[in-house]
């Protein structure tokens, strides 16, 4: 048995390679648009009132 897995692993990651290849070549689908790169993160929401600050290290 572990030689027929063994003589198997290289043909699914052969199948999986050429499964990428041609979705790459024929999916239909658009490429999304990546995110720009000048964008800072926004800031976090401010605490409602009332409610402790977020904790410091000292």
Known sequence: ?????QVLAPLDLADLADLTVLRTEYDPSPTPPAPPQ???TPNP???PPGTPGPKRAR
Request: net charge neutral.
């Open 1 to 5: 048995m572990s030689a027929a897995s």
């Open 38 to 40: 000048d964008r800072t």
């Open 45 to 47: 929401p401010a605490a």
